[in-house]
């Protein structure tokens, strides 16, 4: 059962109205140190459930198995 289902105003499908959503499976969702995840998403596609279409199972896996940027490791936020 996928994790998010759109609803749309017209069949040419490209603007939603609302989602609904799946409960969360029995997935960790926090991991022992802060981790920048937001380029794992991508852009928005529902076609390749990328952005705000990834299942929430895809993102914890990834996040459980070492992706995205831990903070401590030296990110430089206050660059021009």
């Known amino acids: 059962m996928p994790d998010r289902f759109a609803g749309y105003w017209y069949s040419a499908k490209v603007l939603p109205y609302w989602f609904w959503e799946s409960p969360a499976a029995s997935r960790t969702l926090l991991t022992g ?13 529902t076609i390749g459930r990328t952005g705000v279409f990834l299942p929430t199972t895809t993102l914890s896996n990834w996040l459980t198995g070492g992706s995205g940027l831990i903070l401590s490791e030296g990110l430089v936020a206050g660059e021009p």
């Open 33 to 45: 140190v802060v981790v920048d995840a937001s380029a794992l998403p991508g852009a928005s596609s």
